[in-house]
């Protein structure tokens, strides 16, 4: 159905009326602000006693009141604000409906708001934008002198197809404001994330390190570590939560911050799984969980590791040239308490390296939905070997995007490469 036409009974001093409301209407993009220049306006322009706004809950397909004042510039509350019958009809027929006799008019049931309040007259009018109806304007008046005339349902009218274009700009204005500051908040916590990473590599000789980071969405549940434990000793750390955004991301950097300290502290690496496992189940409630590979090297080679539950590191052997990876092994941090945690103790040989990663990596996928897989990253750690850990790690990700052929990622990749150099 189409929006009405207006009338010719619109004089020119209605026309005058109907452009300066416009300008006054149009005049904020602010949504309350609109909506109250619009109740204003109608108000004005039609002498009426009451005013109301109401906009159509595409969702629910249901009107919900939007703003409703008297004369003197109350506010009223919905069940004393319009007569439904008036309104129902109007949203069912998208015509404007006039009454100067609502008490005794055949075309309406008079329903108790008309009865009590004794009712006069009453004019209504669709919000139409682009024939979709956006809401209705409603006026009222229980004055016997305070009759509405044709000339007043077209001035109506207009100002209600006026007020629907005033209201949607307002909503679409809202709803950008609203999508800028959630994207500058979320840029915020990514950046606040990319800072909990750490900056600087430790330098112990012997050792290459190097890493990488992407995230899926603004944020991420994966993070990786590497810090400085003495002269002798550096300690690295690969995690992934088992959430994604920003609830994974709050998870990650209280995990981070555990385990940093317990292993400042001087814990060896099981007894630091141990204590975040447990500090972890006595204050979070959340039902999240982190898989964590924690690694501590000593200056001769040697190496303790802990897997708590999360995918097994690929050691990539220099005189064999071939590539293993280490068992799996423990349950996640902050599912189970008494997390039976196991350590294992080797020492890399020079020219030898190791490979951590997230499961982002080996479960990317290709166009057919074919996963990227344990056996090809062993296959192309087994080629890179001999190359410096930075070279391993760009390798690595090259192939991964190669055999992506373009598909976006629906999780989070990290990867850290360490090499002994003896």
């Not at 139409?128 to 304007?137: E, K, M, N, P």
């Not at 317990?262 to 039902?287: H, W």
């Not at 995918?311 to 039976?340: C, E, K, Q």
């Amino acid at each position: 159905m189409t929006a009405p036409t207006l009338s010719t009974k619109l004089t020119a001093e209605h026309l005058t009326t109907l452009y300066e409301i416009s300008m006054t209407m149009n005049s904020n993009l602010e949504f309350n602000a609109a909506l109250n220049n619009e109740i204003d306006a109608m108000m004005l322009a039609t002498r009426a006693e009451r005013g109301v706004l109401m906009g159509l809950d595409e969702s629910t397909g249901e009107l919900r009141l939007l703003g409703a004042r008297g004369v003197s510039g109350e506010s009223l509350a919905q069940e004393e604000a319009y007569s439904t019958t008036i309104v129902n009809q109007v949203v069912a027929t998208r015509q404007p409906l006039l009454t100067n006799n609502a008490m005794f008019d055949n075309r309406i049931t008079p329903g108790q708001s008309i009865i009590m309040r004794g009712l006069r007259a009453i004019l209504c009018a669709p919000m139409l934008v682009q024939d979709r109806l956006v809401g209705v304007v409603y006026v009222d008046t229980s004055m016997r002198s305070g009759n509405f005339t044709e000339a007043d349902r077209d001035l109506l009218s207009a100002i209600a197809n006026q007020a629907g274009i005033t209201l949607e700009n307002a909503r679409l204005y809202a709803v950008a404001v609203e999508k800028g500051r959630l994207e500058h908040e979320l840029q915020l916590a990514r950046e606040i994330q990319q800072g909990l990473l750490p900056r600087q590599k430790p330098h112990l000789a012997g050792y290459e390190l190097e890493a990488v980071w992407q995230s899926a969405r603004e944020m991420a549940g994966d993070f990786y570590d590497y810090f400085m434990l003495n002269d002798e000793s550096f300690g690295v750390v690969i995690a992934d939560v088992s959430d994604k955004g920003a609830p994974s991301a709050l998870f990650m950097a209280v995990a981070r911050t555990m385990i940093r300290s317990y292993a400042f502290a001087g814990l060896p690496p099981r007894e630091t799984l141990s204590q975040t496992n447990d500090l972890i189940l006595e204050d979070a409630e959340s039902g999240m969980f982190v898989t964590v590979y924690h690694s501590v090297f000593y200056k001769d080679g040697r190496g303790i590791h802990i897997n708590a539950g999360h995918n097994p590191p690929l050691v990539y052997h220099s005189a064999t040239r071939t590539a293993s990876y280490l068992s799996r092994g423990g349950r996640a941090i902050g599912w189970f308490p008494d997390n039976p945690l196991l350590e294992v103790e080797f020492a890399l040989q020079p020219g030898d390296l190791i490979v951590y990663y997230t499961d982002g990596l080996t479960d990317a996928e290709d166009p057919q939905g074919e996963s990227f897989g344990e056996s090809r990253l062993a296959d192309l750690v087994a080629q890179s070997g001999d190359c410096s850990a930075a070279e391993v790690v760009q390798r690595i990700l090259d192939g991964v995007a190669d055999f992506g052929q373009g598909v976006a990622p629906f999780d989070d990749l990290t990867l850290v490469v360490v090499r002994y150099t003896g």
